[in-house]
């Protein structure tokens, strides 16, 4: 007995002094230069890094199970209202339409006031409307208020965007997927929820008022979540969001620091380039002589020549620059940059065009649309579709109907199914939960590719990943039998969610002085497509099997839109160009995982800043 007692002691020795003596030594997370988390730890609720990490999944979480809460009641309220299909398909194409708007303002929104702020706001207010749900009478009610429901879809951008204003770049990846997949894993837990809570309050409350009384459950988990959010969490690693650094500095701020970059406060932050003045073409040169210093452009004085002090600003590569010489240059910088020669053959700076930029954005929405309008759809239809689908063999609906208590909760046209309205949401359920694990799959095997091939492989991860789950779509519509369907349901759902993963594993890197604003229009894209995707439900239902074969074949051909994407001034053939020729110029081969933007080229040199000056200084 003593022995034992020595052992397990000596056990719990072992124990303090290691793991649990780790992680009490860990005291900060490795940051990098603006601050943000270079790893993550799960299991740590620290302020300012994972903190926010766990507030943004589970405030998409609670968005998401409050959007998709009368999904599963459909079947209940189709009876107690006497709606039709095509009510509830209608209804199903209003619950995603608002998005689209919400998703696309949610960007700027978060670029302007932050990530943390813009999600209580819209948790607050799509609350509302899940509560307003319960006075619904008729097809068009359920309509319009699923309209307004869909503001709680907003959240996934904040959701995205404040884990980005956290998290470096070796590792924003994984927790962009981790966050945004265990946020969607609401959809499939509101099949599960609402669903019990349903049939608990069924057996003490009437058919009609069962479901109206289950509605508003979600109302009050929503609100209660989402008001702390506003006092215990950070928008950024230096606290609140005007004190933020960013990546780029805004060259008007240096070239006359008694401009407000942004807000009060920025003196302690950094100039954000999203919110100069001037034109797109403007703030590209700006950000052209942004990357010539790199990104520690600093102010040595602000004071005048008169002082005896040095008016002048230090770049990262020790080269002085006398502010009138820059502020003459400056008036009419994109004229000079444009005259002067840039070898285009070098680190192929004409992929840095801002075309490519806006084309990336296009393709990323049309792809997401694929991927994340797919899911919206199918937790919008699936149950639907399982009752309709599977049904007992040589069953008549109308002598069963005819048969059957008329007091059933059951819609008596669903009598022949082999599943009742429980299990089919059961089924349901399947497709969001596999969000707890699937996303990430895509952000880790981005980021792993990542460090193998740079930008490249991420994109070729995202298109191997689409075209997978397309050609799965297609075989899940033609599968006959229950057990087959929920098998393939399960591997599609898995690649759908690992191609969400990849998409927004790219959009940091699209255009990163936007990041918001790009984040909100792909995300955006996800919402169009679950609307297409929607209406062509409606316009399917006496040929259900052609739903999925068209979209199937639809998201094929958006995977193979990664061909023309160029992010990061890297193409996804690029891995296999270097390898094909590294043979005849070894000294050109770099490693791709190294990013170049942070580098200061050859042709960025102190002779191209003299040039481009002494140019101006000529023109004057």
């Known amino acids: 007995m003593a022995a034992e007692t020595r052992g397990s002691s000596t056990s719990l020795q072992d124990l303090r002094n290691g793991c649990w003596k780790k992680l009490q030594e860990r005291q900060e997370l490795e940051t990098d230069e603006f601050g943000k988390a270079k790893r993550i730890w799960l299991l740590s609720l620290k302020r ?184 215990l969490a950070d928008d950024c690693p230096q606290g609140p969001w005007y004190l933020r650094a960013s990546p780029m500095i805004n060259i008007e701020a240096v070239i006359n620091p008694r401009i ?136 008549n609906s109308s002598t069963v109907a005819s048969s059957t208590n008329e007091s059933s909760s059951i819609d008596q046209s669903y009598a022949c199914s082999v599943l009742n309205p429980t299990t089919a949401s059961l089924i349901t359920s399947i497709f969001g939960l596999m969000n707890l694990f699937a996303r990430l799959f895509g952000g880790l095997f981005s980021d792993i590719f990542n460090k193998r091939y740079g930008i490249s492989g991420r994109i070729m991860t995202h298109c191997v990943a689409q075209f997978l789950a397309g050609l799965l779509m297609i075989v899940f519509g033609a599968m006959t039998t229950l057990p087959t369907a929920i098998s393939t349901l399960i591997i599609w759902s898995l690649f759908v969610q690992i191609t969400e993963g990849t998409t927004f594993s790219l959009v940091p890197f699209v255009w990163p002085i936007r990041v918001g604003l790009v984040a909100g229009t792909v995300a955006a894209g996800g919402n169009l497509g679950g609307i297409c995707w929607n209406i062509l439900w409606r316009n399917s239902l006496d040929d259900m099997q052609s739903y999925f074969t068209l979209i199937g074949i639809f998201t094929i051909v958006a995977a193979f839109l990664s061909v023309f994407l160029i992010i990061d001034r890297q193409h996804m053939l690029d891995p296999l160009c270097r390898f094909l020729t590294r043979k005849d110029k070894p000294e050109n081969t770099y490693n791709s995982s190294e990013r170049r933007p942070r580098e200061i080229p050859t042709w960025h040199s102190r002779e191209t800043l003299q040039s481009i000056l002494t140019l101006q200084e000529s023109n004057v």
């Open 48 to 231: 300012p890094h994972m903190r926010a990490f766990h507030f943004s999944w589970f405030g998409f979480f609670i968005a998401f199970l409050a959007w998709f809460c009368i999904q599963p009641l459909l079947p209940h309220i189709k009876k107690d209202l006497g709606l039709t299909k095509e009510d509830l398909a209608n209804s199903g194409i209003s619950g995603v339409a608002a998005v689209i708007i919400v998703r696309i303002a949610a960007g700027p929104f978060c670029d302007r006031y932050g990530a943390r702020r813009t999600m209580v706001v819209l948790l607050c207010i799509g609350a509302i409307p899940v509560g307003l749900a319960a006075f619904v009478t008729n097809g068009n009610g359920l309509v319009i208020v699923r309209l307004f429901i869909g503001i709680l879809g907003g959240v996934f951008v904040p959701c995205q965007m404040w884990t980005m204003s956290m998290f470096s770049s070796n590792v924003v990846g994984t927790a962009n997927a981790l966050v945004a997949g265990w946020g969607n894993l609401g959809g499939g837990v509101a099949f599960l929820l609402m669903s019990a809570l349903y049939e608990l309050i069924r057996l003490g409350a009437d058919e009609s008022s069962a479901w109206k009384i289950t509605l508003s459950i979600p109302v009050f988990i929503v609100l209660m979540l989402a008001l702390p959010y506003w006092f």
């Open 260 to 395: 407000e970059c942004d807000t009060p406060g920025s003196e302690t932050g950094r100039g954000n380039l999203a919110y100069i003045s001037g034109s797109i073409t403007d703030i590209e040169s700006q950000r052209s002589i942004g990357d010539y210093t790199s990104t520690s452009i600093r102010t040595i004085s602000d004071t005048n020549h008169d002082s005896g002090i040095d008016n002048s600003i230090e770049t990262s590569s020790n080269f002085v620059i006398n502010r009138r010489s820059v502020s003459s240059a400056s008036s009419n910088i994109s004229r000079s940059w444009r005259s002067f020669h840039m070898p285009d053959d070098q680190n192929g700076a004409w992929r840095s065009h801002v075309g490519f930029r806006i084309f990336g954005i296009l393709i990323l929405l049309i792809q997401y649309g694929a991927c994340f309008g797919i899911e919206i759809s199918v937790n919008t239809i699936l149950n639907i579709y399982l009752l309709e689908k599977f049904k007992v063999d040589g069953c």
